[in-house]
Each structure stands twice: as C-alpha cells, then as structure tokens.
C-alpha cells in the first residue's frame, strides 16, 4: 500500500519558536496534501489543504500566517507552525491524496508540545 | 455545526461477536465514506469505503452499510478479534458535482474487543 511518512514524530519546543513538519509520499506521487489537527480524545480536524506549485487552501478560522504550508514537490509536503504558543500543542497529522485517486493515506503523525 | 456524528464513545464487545460502529451525517451532498481504524499516537489507517451509489459493501470481517434516507452508515466487524481495538472513524466528503476530496471526520469511536 501507500506509504506516508512524517517527520519528526515528536517534538518540543519553546514558545516563540518556529517548527517544522515533514510529509513525504514514499511511493507514489501525490498531488494534493491534507494537513490536520488532533485534540486529545477529539475528530480530525483539516487546517488545509495543499496542492503541488500553488498556494494552500485554508479551512475557515486557521491562520495562514501562523501555520504555513509549502507543497514544492508531488512527494513533499510542509508545515511550520510560527511562533508557537501552549495552545498550539496537538498531534499533527497529514494525509496524501495520488494522482487520480479517492483515497487519503495518512501519516503517522507529530505530536508537537509547546512548552 | 458538526457534519459527520459519531455518537458513541465507546464500545466494548466480547471475542468472537459482532461489533457495530454508527455514523451520522447532515450534509446531503456527501457521497462518499470511508472508515478508518486509529491506534494512539498514530495516522488512521483505511479500513473501507463506500459509494453512495451503493448501499453496501464488505471487505472480510467488515461490511459498511449506507442508509442514504436516513443519512446514516455503519461498520460490522464480524467476528471481532481483540486486535481490533482501536478508535474509528467515520469520515465523509462530496466527490461528485465537482466536490472536494476533503474529508469530514466524525469524532471516532473507542473499540474494545475483550477476550
């Protein structure tokens, strides 16, 4: 099956900072890339949505500015979350969407703590 | 307004039984779900979709039904087998018409299948 990897899988930082999370297909080339957000004990919640060479697509109340996203090639996807707050802290995920395909295959995930 | 319901929490079933997941959805222009199974501090993994144009679809132990009057699907998992415990998720998104491949996840329910 399809392989989704991210990077790092866990990460601290301090409040302020900048993070950034990797998303790679590993075998297949996908052209369009989810970025979600997970509470403890909450739904998946879609922050954006990315597609190769051009701008991400926003969901309603995420801030583009804050949470940035590049997609610079079919197989790389990224993150940054700028100057991380507490608040921030929650398990990233992303998703991978092939060419001509209906189906997300998912990272394992970041959990990201901001201390 | 959430789109996609899971109502349950929870779920604890015995070896050897049927488990039952229920999902709900508002939006009427949905036509495509999909399940997936979540293991702590991990990506979902893809169980089993299904079309609207169908009203089931089975996969080994598990089987979706789709009740599009109702605007409601669910997961037999049969028989159920202590690896099977996990959080699913019901997750939901608009293909046709020119819809978008973005998933609406509903906020899982926890399965636990005891020996």
């Known amino acids: 099956g399809a392989v989704v990897s991210q990077h790092p899988s866990w990460v601290i930082c301090k409040s302020g900072t900048s993070v950034k999370i990797e998303c790679r297909s590993l075998?297949?080339?996908?052209?369009?890339m989810f970025w979600y957000r997970q509470f403890p004990k909450q739904s998946l919640m879609l922050m954006a949505t990315s597609n190769e060479g051009s701008k991400a697509t926003y969901e309603q109340g995420v801030e583009k500015d804050k949470f940035l996203i590049n997609h610079a090639s079919l197989t790389l996807s990224t993150l940054t979350v700028t100057s991380a707050h507490p608040e921030d802290s929650s398990f990233y995920i992303c998703s991978a969407l092939g060419i001509q395909s209906l189906r997300q295959y998912f990272g394992p995930g970041t959990r990201l703590t901001v201390t | 307004d959430q789109q996609v319901k899971q109502n349950s929490p929870s779920l604890s079933v015995q070896e050897g039984r049927i488990s039952i997941l229920n999902c709900d959805y508002t939006n009427s222009m949905f036509d495509y779900f999909l399940w997936y199974k979540k293991y702590p501090a991990e990506g979902p993994t893809f169980l089993i979709s299904i079309s609207s144009i169908k009203d089931k679809n089975e996969d080994g132990r598990f089987t979706v039904f789709l009740n599009k009057s109702a605007k409601h699907l669910s997961l037999h998992i049969v028989p159920s087998q202590p690896g099977d415990s996990a959080v699913y998720f019901c997750?939901?998104?608009?293909?046709?018409?020119?819809?978008?491949?973005?998933?609406?996840f509903g906020k899982g329910t926890k399965l636990t299948v005891n020996p």
């Open positions: 075998d297949f080339q996908a052209t369009t």
């Open positions: 997750a939901a998104s608009a293909l046709a018409q020119g819809g978008s491949e973005k998933l609406v």
